[in-house]
Structure formats: C-alpha cells, structure tokens
C-alpha cells in the first residue's frame, strides 16, 4: 500500500521565487485534496488586483513570486471554503493572521546596485524586492542569481554547492 502525503507550503519554501505557472500549480498541489478551492493563474491577478497579494517582483515577463504569496493564497483558500468573505480574509492577512508577512502588501521600489558589489555588502531584503539572473540549466530546473551579486562568484558557489549535494546523494544510495 502506498501512502501519499499532502505537501505543505514548508515544502516549497526552498523553491522561491515561482513563475506564476509554479505558484499556481504549488498551490494546487497542497490544496489537492480540495479540488474546488484549485486557482489559475487570473486569480492570482485578481488577488494583486484588490490588494490581497503584493505585486511580484520584476516586470511583466519576468515576474516572480515569492513564499509571501504562497502562504496567503493558501490561506485565503481555506478562509473561503469556511465562508470567510474576500473583504474579512483581506483584514486579516492585515493583521497577519495568514501567518506570513503583513508589512509586504507594498513592493518597495528596486534600487539598482554594481553587479561587482560584494556579496556581504547586500542587505536581506524580502523575496518581492529582487532582481535575479535566470540560467535554465535543465527542463527541470533553473538557477537564479541576485543581480546585485557578482556572478562569477555566486555561479562558483553554486557549482560547489551542487558537487557537494551530488556527493551526498551517491553516498545515500
């Protein structure tokens, strides 16, 4: 017998940021045990559109999203299977009973910065405030750089990074 478990949006947390198509199929699939309370890709607009999301970052053909989104579409979706009206779900993600963010509802402005800057000179910042490098490396995965970091630099790292999880994997098997 085969036991599947519903993921949860801790599962998708190392995935950010999602493409629209990502986020809604991240959503599904937590919600896949609740077919009617699935989404596309214009709800997710709408939600934008009324204030219920923040604005992803980066332009319309590079637009990202981040945890922040995941975990309020989610629970926006379960408050209207319980009977919670858009308008009561909206007061409480102000109040940050999504457990999310409160504070992101407005995306800061991007201040462009030397791509040559060095790493530990960059602020955290949330995932709505940034501007990546995107290298697709498969059909399966990409790789995305902040573009205030060097490059060079972050793809060496990630390459190491990669040699070591490689590792890790074989000696498991």
Do not use: C
């Given at each position: 017998m085969y036991t599947f478990s519903v993921p949860t949006v801790d599962d998708y947390a190392n995935l950010v940021?999602?493409?629209l198509e990502e986020l809604v199929s991240a959503v599904n699939s937590i919600l896949r045990d609740r077919p009617s309370m699935h989404i596309q890709g214009r709800t997710v607009r709408y939600y934008i559109a009324n204030g219920l999301l923040p604005p992803p970052s980066g332009g319309p053909k590079f637009a990202r999203y981040g945890l922040e989104h995941l975990i309020r579409i989610v629970s926006i979706r379960q408050w209207l299977d319980q009977g919670v009206s858009l308008d009561q779900a909206k007061a409480w993600i102000a109040e940050g009973r999504h457990g999310g963010d409160p504070e992101t509802?407005?995306?800061?402005?991007?201040?462009?910065?030397?791509?040559?800057?060095?790493?530990?000179d960059i602020p955290p910042e949330t995932?709505?405030?940034?501007?990546?490098?995107?290298?697709?490396?498969?059909?399966?995965?990409?790789?995305?750089?902040?573009?205030?970091?060097?490059?060079?630099?972050?793809?060496q790292r990630a390459s190491e990074t990669i040699q070591k999880e490689i590792a890790r994997l074989q000696d498991s098997f």
């Amino acid at each position: 017998m085969y036991t599947f478990s519903v993921p949860t949006v801790d599962d998708y947390a190392n995935l950010v940021p999602f493409e629209l198509e990502e986020l809604v199929s991240a959503v599904n699939s937590i919600l896949r045990d609740r077919p009617s309370m699935h989404i596309q890709g214009r709800t997710v607009r709408y939600y934008i559109a009324n204030g219920l999301l923040p604005p992803p970052s980066g332009g319309p053909k590079f637009a990202r999203y981040g945890l922040e989104h995941l975990i309020r579409i989610v629970s926006i979706r379960q408050w209207l299977d319980q009977g919670v009206s858009l308008d009561q779900a909206k007061a409480w993600i102000a109040e940050g009973r999504h457990g999310g963010d409160p504070e992101t509802h407005v995306k800061k402005s991007l201040v462009r910065e030397s791509r040559h800057r060095p790493v530990s000179d960059i602020p955290p910042e949330t995932p709505f405030d940034r501007t990546v490098h995107v290298i697709r490396l498969s059909s399966f995965s990409r790789l995305e750089v902040d573009t205030r970091a060097d490059l060079l630099r972050e793809l060496q790292r990630a390459s190491e990074t990669i040699q070591k999880e490689i590792a890790r994997l074989q000696d498991s098997f």
